[in-house]
């Protein structure tokens, strides 16, 4: 996405990343969400995200499991 503001105008471009959350699981190449794009109010443009690599989300336990074990490993 190329988004071209003439000189001397201040137009902030502003994103907005938007995940499809309702999956539990994304394989390689899958579409996972949209980057939208926006020139104050007006939405000039969306890019689909693309998943580089399986995802499997983890539930409950994995997560804790996880945060119990990385705890100690980056200090508090």
Do not use: H, T, W
């Amino acid at each position: 996405l190329v988004a071209v503001v003439p000189k001397g105008e201040n137009k902030e471009i502003e994103k907005k990343i938007v995940i499809d959350e309702l999956k539990k699981e994304y394989k390689a190449g899958d579409i996972v969400g949209k980057c939208e794009v926006y020139s104050g109010e007006d939405k000039i443009g969306e890019v689909l995200l693309y998943s580089d690599r399986d995802i499997k989300l983890g539930g409950i336990f994995e997560n804790f499991k996880f945060n119990m074990k990385n705890m100690f490993r980056k200090g508090v």
